[in-house]
């Protein structure tokens, strides 16, 4: 991949506690786009196994390099974000179908999760690059262009209504590479886990024949005495989104690098706010998206309210939230089997 470069803005924190593998247990690392992965597959690999390992490593992290990845300014997405209000082109299968998908956690967080923010992502991290705040005029004009209604998609076509509207899809695709490579892996594998920048989804059990086992850091601590849950993976993906690595303080007020597309504004560091939000759910996709949401949040009643609506009616679906003053929230069922 000619282009590396992908910005994190949603940082990411699951960390696995798999052993080192055994002799059934095959491991892949590297990096990609700035980011680490880790794949392990649970049986032993032919040399033709391994091929089709790496060979579906490479394809997706390419795919993803050319179709979803804002920083290579060849890719369809960073084409989308040039193009010119009310002039329409021919969608990818793959981007139009991740826009549908992107939809449907756009509703499920109320508009919270927004990846039409790139604008008004710009605007700031300019402004806190040199130190300063943006002026109000463009932070008015860059918020005007935001909002998941100012884009469209129909009969495999694209346009906007806006040529300033441009979108981030780093807070989601990530998400969806993970999902591409289990579905690729397990046409071959039963057992699969895989791991890229702190995302995760799994198939199958251990090689041991028991469930695949990760552990939520707490604050970003990678100390495993210090996980704010350990947790068994059934066929499902988790995904973290916290504020504690991209902050500045300006003025004596410390801004986080999430940004409110309600508001078109970062969010403020107070003891109430959520800092750490990890969901579970049956795609990374979805748990991505819904983690990035709960950050959103004014605080943890509020953030609880919406978990338990949508774990009401996605039983699938699992939370667990930290405030910056140490509150939580878990999911009632998994805190109950933590306590057993």
């Known amino acids: 991949m000619k282009y590396l470069k992908w910005h994190l803005f949603f940082s990411l924190f699951l960390l696995a506690?798999?052993?080192?593998?055994?002799?059934?247990?095959?491991?892949?690392?590297?990096?990609?786009?700035t980011m680490n992965y880790r794949i392990l597959i649970g049986h032993p690999l032919s040399l033709s196994e391994q091929n089709f390992v790496q060979g579906a490593i490479s394809h997706v992290f390419d795919d993803v390099d050319a179709v979803y990845n804002k920083w290579n300014p060849a890719s369809e997405l960073s084409h989308l974000n040039r193009l010119p209000a009310?002039?329409?082109?021919?969608?990818?299968?793959?981007?139009?179908?991740?826009f549908l998908e992107t939809q449907e956690v756009v509703h499920l967080t109320e508009g919270k999760f927004d990846p039409t923010i790139e604008t008004i992502q710009q605007?700031?991290?300019?402004?806190?690059?040199?130190?300063q705040l943006p002026t109000q005029d463009s932070i008015a004009k860059a918020h005007a262009a935001t909002g998941w209604k100012l884009i469209h998609f129909s009969d495999h076509y694209f346009w906007k209504d806006s040529n300033q509207t441009q979108l981030d899809l780093g807070g989601i695709a990530k998400g969806l590479a993970v999902d591409l490579l289990?579905?690729?892996?397990?046409?071959?594998?039963?057992?699969?886990?895989?791991?890229w920048g702190g995302?995760?989804?799994?198939?199958?059990?251990?090689?041991?024949?028991?469930?695949w086992k990760i552990f939520v850091s707490h604050f970003g601590s990678h100390d495993p005495a210090k996980a704010?849950?350990?947790?068994?993976?059934?066929?499902?993906?988790?995904?973290?989104?916290?504020?504690?690595?991209?902050?500045?303080?300006?003025?004596?007020?410390?801004?986080?690098?999430?940004?409110?597309?309600?508001?078109?504004k970062p969010l403020i560091a107070l003891p109430s706010r959520i800092s750490s939000a990890s969901v579970r759910a049956p795609t990374c996709?979805?748990?991505?998206?819904?983690?990035?949401?709960?950050?959103?949040?004014?605080d943890l009643p509020h953030a609880k309210t919406w978990a338990q609506e949508l774990e009401r009616i996605n039983p699938a679906l699992a939370f667990w939230l930290v405030t910056q003053d140490g509150s939580t929230y878990m999911t009632e069922r998994d805190s109950a089997m933590l306590q057993q």
């Open 17 to 33: 506690c798999e052993k080192p593998p055994s002799e059934a247990l095959y491991e892949f690392t590297g990096n990609a786009m």
């Open 86 to 98: 009310e002039e329409r082109v021919r969608l990818s299968p793959s981007l139009e179908k991740f």
């Open 123 to 131: 605007i700031w991290r300019n402004a806190f690059d040199k130190n």
């Open 182 to 195: 289990v579905e690729k892996l397990k046409t071959r594998f039963a057992n699969v886990f895989v791991e």
């Open 199 to 211: 995302e995760i989804r799994t198939c199958g059990e251990h090689p041991d024949h028991r469930p």
């Open 228 to 264: 704010l849950a350990t947790i068994e993976m059934h066929n499902e993906a988790i995904a973290t989104s916290g504020d504690y690595l991209q902050n500045w303080t300006i003025d004596q007020v410390t801004y986080s690098h999430i940004i409110d597309p309600k508001t078109g």
């Open 285 to 298: 996709v979805l748990a991505d998206g819904l983690a990035t949401a709960a950050m959103l949040f004014e």
